[in-house]
């Protein structure tokens, strides 16, 4: 296949039209040559190619990497069937792991070492995918407006006394539909559909933008509190920005739920294509990306919290404070996710 051929795989998919290339190279070349992994992923570049970088220098085995938009990749495997190059997929948030192994474009990696490091918790149970990076899908408040008193769980935020006072980004988005899906698993249909329609009516806005925009609606005083996840919040307090920073300090962070089932959790995680073609070397990639010294560089570079449990948590994520997590199997998140999109539906969350 040439280049422009493949570019035309790109164009052909929606979304995908955001996809960078890094090494753009022909299947052909991508397939055959020895030595050799290619790589789909969502996370940014600059937040993988330093690690795929430092694999290549300790294995020999060159890296060829491809980013973009989750959906789109996910898309572009289908799209793909069986001319795709990529041997793994790395994206990010177990519903759309789950989407992933559903649309059949995963394969059982069966190593040995990923099943033994990674929680049972942090892996889908039949082996398709696992987790390499956590984040907590977390409560955050207005320093001197929000007494932590107040603030107790989740389900807590329904209450009419936060009536327009809470920020939290759209019902399209995967984290949100993780979190409901979490709460389905924990309380059942019927009361998360009733939480929702309360944390609904204490919108300070409608839904719009990210987890950074709500964190910044709630510096500036359009709310109280805002739903994100922890490496939105730790990128915030390492930047040299200055007003980025003035963000961070004006909030605190408040863990939920730590007298029942813990803060919420979702991963980053990666799993072998259905038709790789270096599956070695794709293990070989995985198990690279769960060593201690991996985990705790990646925790160092973009906040996210270790799967291993031997891996060094960044100062910026031990300054958070330490809390109960919620040890729901990730895979539930994305069994539950079409009940959690049709409730949040109904309940008016746009």
Request: hydrophobic fraction near 40%.
């Amino acid at each position: 296949m040439k280049i422009n051929a493949l570019a035309k795989i790109v164009s052909s998919v929606g979304a995908v039209a955001a996809v960078t290339v890094s090494a753009l190279l022909p299947t052909s070349a991508f397939a055959q040559e020895a030595g050799v992994v290619n790589v789909y992923s969502a996370r940014k570049e600059a937040l993988i190619k330093p690690l795929l970088d430092r694999f290549t220098d300790e294995t020999g085995i060159n890296v060829n990497l491809v980013t973009g938009k989750a959906d789109a990749l996910l898309k572009r495997l289908e799209v793909e069937g069986k001319a795709s190059p990529a041997d793994l997929f790395v994206t990010v948030d177990a519903g759309r792991l789950h989407r992933a192994k559903s649309a059949g474009v995963l394969q059982v990696s069966g190593s040995d070492t990923l099943n033994k490091v990674i929680p049972q918790s942090l892996k889908d149970a039949d082996g398709y995918w696992y987790g390499m990076s956590q984040r907590a899908r977390t409560i955050f408040y207005v320093k001197g407006k929000v007494d932590p008193s107040e603030l107790s769980t989740y389900e807590n935020l329904a209450d009419p006394k936060w009536k327009g006072r809470i920020c939290v980004r759209s019902s399209n988005n995967i984290y949100n539909q993780s979190l409901v899906a979490s709460m389905i698993d924990a309380i059942g249909v019927e009361k998360t559909e009733a939480w929702a329609k309360g944390l609904v009516k204490n919108f300070a806005k409608p839904p719009s933008g990210g987890d950074t925009d709500q964190l910044k609606a709630a510096a500036a005083g359009v709310c109280d509190i805002a739903l994100a996840n922890t490496y939105y919040f730790g990128r915030l307090l390492n930047s040299e920005n200055a007003e980025k920073k003035a963000v961070g300090a004006k909030l605190a962070t408040f863990w939920p739920n730590q007298a029942d089932r813990g803060v919420h959790m979702n991963v980053s995680g990666a799993g072998i294509t259905k038709h790789a073609r270096n599956v070695e070397n794709a293990v070989k990639l995985m198990e690279f990306m769960a060593s201690d010294q991996s985990q705790a560089w990646y925790a160092e570079v973009n906040n996210e919290y270790p799967v291993v449990t031997t891996a060094k948590v960044s100062d910026t994520l031990a300054g958070l404070g330490e809390f109960t997590a919620d040890d729901i199997v990730l895979s539930k998140l994305g069994e539950n996710n079409r009940s959690a999109v049709e409730l949040m539906d109904r309940a008016g969350w746009k």
